[in-house]
């Protein structure tokens, strides 16, 4: 079913704004928790935001007030909205899928998609 299309990132200026989306073309988003996840560069992948399949959104403290996540079912789409970025907020942007409430699936897995870069310079 193929695996999600991350798109978006670019490189910034410290308080610019990229939007990131995640589609996908196989599989029905709505019907999945997704997050989005990065990774800075030496560091731990970290979940940044995620988007129940509810609608209930949840966005990790380090971006809380910076970042926000949506749902565009007609589009299948799930964006992360960026604002106020910051240095540290360089890394690479993973979308992953789960039906699972607690965990998600190994990221070797097509659940995953293979991430997109955002750079924020000073």
């Known amino acids: 079913q193929g695996r999600p299309v991350e798109s978006g990132g670019g490189l910034v200026q410290a308080g610019e704004s990229l939007r990131l989306s995640c589609a996908h073309s196989?599989?029905?988003?709505?019907?999945?928790?997704v997050g989005w996840f990065r990774q800075a560069p030496g560091k731990a992948r970290e979940l940044v935001a995620q988007?129940?399949?509810?609608?209930?959104?949840a966005v990790a403290d380090p971006v809380k007030g910076r970042f926000a996540i949506s749902r565009d079912n007609a589009k299948n789409t799930v964006f992360l909205q960026m604002n106020s970025l910051k240095v540290e907020d360089t890394g690479v942007y993973y979308c992953?899928?789960?039906?699972?409430?607690?965990?998600?699936?190994?990221?070797?897995?097509?659940?995953w998609g293979q991430g997109t870069q955002v750079t924020v310079s000073s």
């Open positions: 988007i129940r399949r509810s609608g209930n959104l």
């Open positions: 196989g599989r029905r988003l709505r019907d999945y928790r």
């Open positions: 992953a899928l789960t039906t699972s409430e607690n965990t998600f699936p190994d990221s070797n897995s097509d659940y």
